[in-house]
Nanobody
Framework: QVQLVESGGGLVQAGGSLRLSCAASRNIFSISTMGWYRQAPGKQRELVARITRVGFTSYADSVKGRFTISRDITQNMVYLQMNSLKSEDTAVYYC???????WGQGTQVTVSS
């Protein structure tokens, strides 16, 4: 089964940027949609962005225009570029492969106001 490892989280001031990375242990992009989810304290996990096998992207309304999901098929990497961060973006961010419902361990993003 593929393994996913997230990195790139941290503490940033409101208005700042971060780029999250998700490393897959093998090429899964040809068979699976990939997604970034987040879970804030006391809230349910929610979908932030996803990219399909053929590269179509979609976003939650709350992040449209600020976040961008992308991938590097040659490196087995998925990225989430986050700009104009807000305090409400604070959460643990998870990478997901829909095929097999595989999750990474998560990376914490904290936005200070």
């Amino acid at each position: 089964q593929v393994q996913l490892v997230e990195s790139g989280g941290g503490l940033v001031q409101a208005g700042g940027s971060l780029r999250l990375s998700c490393a897959a242990s093998r090429n899964i992009f040809s068979i699976s949609t990939m997604g970034w989810y987040r879970q804030a304290p006391g809230k349910q996990r929610e979908l932030v962005a996803r990219i399909t096998r053929v590269g179509f992207t979609s976003y939650a309304d709350s992040v449209k225009g600020r976040f961008t999901i992308s991938r590097d098929i040659t490196q087995n990497m998925v990225y989430l570029q986050m700009n104009s961060l807000k305090s409400e973006d604070t959460a643990v961010y998870y990478c997901n492969a829909e095929a097999g419902n595989v999750w990474g361990q998560g990376t914490q993003v904290t936005v200070s106001s």
